[in-house]
């Protein structure tokens, strides 16, 4: 009948995300590296490390030289941890990684001048930086995760100690590449992209594996997000040599 009273419907609780607006932002979507943006980020990730690799050798140094040492600049974690974890290497897994360090050697082989305006100009050493420190945020971030699932646990719940050095060393680029060099790019202490991804893969590591994460939705890509957002910040105040300069000392008069 129509003047029967219809049966209230109920809807279910929606839950609801008051740390929403960290992923609902183009920067967030840009930094999870969604489709193309992947590919752009690696371009940047492979030249600046190209400007890097140039510098450090001698201009008299064989082409071949010069291409292997600039393969592990790129992918010396990509290649160590996959090793670790009985997996394979990444330039022998994405074929977009060989494909970009290809294309950003020939640039800097053929155009050396683009070093140049690198280094004279700083809004495109920022962008380049960018372009860098969000992938090596993905990098950091998806061998955790895969070292994570893959480590067994042993005295605490979840494997420690074995996605953090595993992160770490994805993260610190082939700083270890090639194995003749030893302990030497650690003997001054630890190099920035090295402390970085260390802080960063422990801070990932921990967060998603303890209670600190606890009713956070989609927790996983807001560590990423923040991840990178440091990797960014320590990355551009590097490269802009944004350091603060010790006072001179001040000599106090002696009592006597």
């Known amino acids: ?41 690696m371009f940047g990730y ?33 290649i160590l941890v996959p090793i670790f974890l009985n997996g394979i290497p990444v330039p ?19 155009f050396p001048m683009l070093r140049e305006i690198v280094s004279l100009s700083n809004i495109v050493k920022v962008l380049l930086v960018f372009l860098y420190e969000t992938s090596r945020a993905a990098v950091v971030v998806k061998l955790t ?30 700083a270890f590449l090639p194995f003749n060099k030893g302990l030497e790019p650690i003997k001054e202490g630890m190099s920035s992209p090295a402390l970085t991804a260390l802080l960063g893969a422990a801070g990932y590591h921990l967060f998603l594996n303890t209670s600190l994460s606890e009713g956070c939705m989609d927790a996983a890509k807001k560590a990423h997000v923040h991840v990178a957002i440091f990797f960014i910040l320590v990355g551009v105040v590097n490269g802009l040599e944004l350091t603060v300069q010790k006072s001179a000392a001040v000599k106090k008069p002696k009592v006597e």
Do not use: R
């Open 1 to 41: 009948m129509v003047f029967k009273k219809q049966p209230q419907i109920v809807l279910p609780p929606v839950a609801s995300d008051p740390t929403e607006w960290m992923l609902s932002n183009a920067f967030s979507q840009f930094v999870l590296m969604p489709g193309h943006v992947l590919y752009l980020c």
């Open 46 to 78: 492979t030249f600046l490390h190209g400007c890097k690799v140039f510098k450090s050798l001698p201009p008299d140094a064989s082409v071949s030289y010069k291409f292997i040492s600039m393969l592990f600049a790129c992918t010396g974690g990509g």
């Open 92 to 110: 022998l897994a994405n074929d977009a990684y060989p494909i970009a360090i290809i294309a950003s050697f020939m640039l800097h082989y053929y």
């Open 145 to 174: 995760l895969t070292a994570g699932s893959t480590i067994p646990a042993s005295i605490f719940s979840f494997p420690l100690f074995g996605p953090i050095m595993c992160g770490a060393i994805g993260g610190c680029g082939g």
